[in-house]
């Protein structure tokens, strides 16, 4: 039987795979239509503001990622005002940052361009895309956020099309105006992507079964909790600009200026990394209520099924780009037979990291989730900064510039192979890589299930032994059980001949019996003890609902959850 | 899910045990069915039954109906004190006969 949260993981992973890679080719597509239309000069140029649009996307993870993740968490708990009070926290502090940006990017334009010996030619490229630009440190923060908040909310679908309609609007207009005004026209294809992301996104607001809801909300406390959960994961961004800027000073120093091209690819390929989110984001929303419901045995299912979508998505990039590295050199137009030659060796290089760099962004991911943010973060650093730019400082130096490709390839194996051994050493194997307690499991049972009739009398069966043999009082014994049978024959009913996942899981820690039962069918609320009847069994359902005070219901990630809690004492119920 | 039959001229004890559910409920009904003929009063020994859900209920409510039709009473007898809840909260302990 294939467990709940692996259902609904690989439900959201298409869209999330899809949606990163989406991501990626936003970050990549201006690249490759200056690349293209204008020349390898203008791909120098745009390689220059590198550092620059890593700092927006840090700023816009630091906040995006963060909210999204305490959303679910206090989703998690059931906690639904919290839950949106940290989502209207969010927007306002992207707005604010975002218009900080937007002043940092208009008056300090050339103090920062003048940092590199850029020649007369390469500026002319840079200084009007920046330009340009602007506005997105504005739009793209807002942009981001709405995408993770959406996403969290149960919001896939419209986010995969809000991402292809940012796509498609910043690859259209890039292209059209690219002709017409040069590379201005990729910086406004880009805010213009930007800005058709956020009208779409604004669209599940109108949605039923929203869940997010905007208040007027700002505290700093929770303003600071939201970027230190984030910070592991945005800092990713810190580190490649500040990677990307040394990275570019040390290759025009040491190779010279035309080996720029050749980096600007070696910099696409290590942004592929962002496309493998696919799994992490996929189980953001799953692990982040796993964990509020204090659920480790939800959190270690969807995390194997994670690491397993990771390995597999990695291998098969890995193995496309060492078979055909041309499918990322001509993307950017690159014709010189030499620059060329000398880019499938730097994609070849770096792409035998992919699958640890894959890896690193799942765990980086998942730290963040757990609440562990300083080693997210370490292992961000490490993995971003730190082992790359000492393997290419020793490599380039000792082998030269393809020294430098096979350094940046072999950076994410050594900080996994690093990382994997410190943590084996500090938690040992029972708890490696995933770093959670079992202790709660002793007292912890999930029961997966396709709804038939067969299904669901067997699981209140077990439920009803289980608790029996935890000598709960007989009363809990049978409304838990009861409470199985009934809501989840409900659900069937209302579906019909469709075929519903659903997960029961039974806690008996803390000193009280909590049942929750989650279903992929269509979303109601079970819980409503004023709902219609138009059966015996909801009949049952309403009169029972009515004499159980302690129940909750709350659409999560876009399935029924419902909570009952029950006493273990006897007649506590009542 | 029946155990033993005692009948004593026109009142018939069915002795009961396990779980009333979804899936057992139904069969209960098919096992009744026949047993019904010439009783007046049927007895239902709930002592060993620690389950009942609303297709349980829904059983008892037709076997009723029939006893009524034909003239005669249906009874739950021993019910443990769980089902008794279950009987409380839908208001069945009004409708049906408890001893």
Redesign the interface.
């Known amino acids: 039987m294939t467990a709940f949260g692996v259902v609904k993981f690989r439900s959201l992973l298409l869209v999330a795979s899809f949606s990163a890679v989406i991501e990626f080719l936003m970050g990549f597509a201006d690249s490759v239509i200056a690349g293209n239309l204008l020349g390898e000069t203008a791909l120098a140029g745009l390689n220059l503001l590198q550092p620059t649009m890593n700092f927006v996307s840090f700023a816009a993870c630091l906040l995006g990622t963060g909210t999204a993740i305490c959303f679910s968490i206090e989703t998690g708990r059931f906690d639904s005002r919290r839950a949106c009070e940290m989502f209207s926290q969010g927007v306002w502090s992207a707005l604010t940052f975002g218009v900080l940006m937007m002043l940092a990017l208009i008056f300090g334009r050339d103090a920062f361009l003048g940092m590199f010996n850029a020649g007369p030619d390469v500026l002319a490229y840079a200084i009007p895309y920046w330009n340009w630009f602007v506005p997105c440190a504005v739009l793209e923060p807002a942009a981001i956020l709405l995408a993770n908040a959406v996403y969290a909310d149960g919001g896939g679908r419209l986010c995969f099309w809000s991402y292809l309609v940012q796509l498609g609007c910043n690859v259209g207009l890039s292209l059209a105006l690219c002709k017409m005004i040069g590379i201005a026209g990729c910086a406004i294809g880009t805010v213009a992507g930007n800005g058709m992301a956020i009208a779409i996104m604004s669209l599940h607001f109108l949605r039923r079964g929203n869940t997010l809801k905007f208040m007027r909300h700002f505290a700093m406390g929770d303003l600071l909790r939201i970027c230190r959960i984030s910070f592991g994961d945005a800092s990713a961004r810190l580190c490649w600009a500040a990677l990307f800027l040394l990275l570019n000073t040390f290759v025009i120093w040491r190779f010279g200026v035309e080996t720029l091209p050749v980096l600007n690819v070696v910099i696409a390929v290590l942004g592929l990394s962002e496309a493998f989110n696919g799994p992490a984001n996929a189980a953001q929303p799953l692990v982040g209520v796993y964990r509020g419901e204090r659920n480790t045995i939800g959190v270690r299912t969807v995390m194997r099924a994670a690491t397993r979508a990771t390995l597999i998505e990695g291998v098969m990039v890995a193995g496309t780009l060492m078979a055909w590295p041309q499918l990322m050199t001509r993307l950017v137009g690159i014709d010189d037979p030499a620059i060329l030659a000398s880019a499938c060796t730097a994609v070849r290089f770096v792409s035998v990291g992919l699958v640890c760099a894959a890896l690193v962004c799942l765990f980086n991911s998942y730290y963040l989730f757990i609440d562990m943010p300083a080693l997210a973060c370490s292992l961000t650093v490490l993995a971003n900064f730190v082992v790359p730019f000492a393997l290419y400082q020793a490599c380039g130096r000792l082998f030269g510039v393809n020294g430098v490709w096979c350094a940046l390839g072999l950076a994410p194996v050594v900080t996994v192979l690093f990382v994997g051994v410190c943590l084996l050493a500090r938690y040992g194997s029972r708890r490696f890589p995933l770093l959670i307690s079992r202790e709660r499991e002793a007292k912890l049972h999930v029961f997966d299930l396709v709804l038939t009739?067969?299904e669901?009398?067997r699981v209140?069966?077990a439920v009803?032994g289980i608790l029996r043999r935890a000598a709960v009082s007989?009363?809990t014994?049978?409304?838990a059980?009861?409470m199985v049978?009934?809501v989840l024959?409900a659900v069937k009913d209302r579906n019909g001949s469709r075929q519903i996942h659903a997960e029961a899981t039974l806690d008996l820690n803390d000193g009280e019996v909590t049942l929750i039962l989650r279903d992929d069918g269509e979303v109601f609320d079970i819980t409503d003890a004023d709902a219609k009847i138009t059966?015996?069994?909801t009949?049952?359902?309403a009169?029972?609902m009515?004499?159980q005070p302690r129940r909750m219901n709350l659409t999560t990630t876009g399935y029924n959850r419902n909570v009952f809690k029950f006493s273990t004492d006897k007649g506590a119920n009542k | 899910m029946i155990t033993s039959k005692k009948q004593d001229g026109s009142t018939l004890t069915v002795s009961l045990d396990g779980?009333l559910?979804?899936?057992?409920a139904p069969q209960l009904e098919t096992d009744l069915e026949p047993l019904l003929g010439g009783i007046e009063s049927l007895v239902l020994d709930f002592g060993n039954i620690?389950?009942i859900?609303?297709?349980g209920?829904?059983v008892l409510?037709s076997t009723q109906k029939k006893m009524i039709a034909a003239g005669g009473t249906l009874t739950i007898a021993n019910a443990?004190?769980?089902?008794r809840?279950?009987f409380d909260?839908?208001?069945f302990s009004d409708i049906l006969t408890l001893a």
């Open positions: 009739a067969r669901i009398t209140s069966s009803a007989q009363s014994a049978l409304r059980s009861l049978e009934e024959m059966s015996l069994r009949f049952l359902v009169s029972v009515e004499a | 779980r559910d979804t899936l057992t620690a389950y859900s609303s297709a209920l829904r409510l443990v004190p769980a089902v809840e279950v909260i839908t208001g």
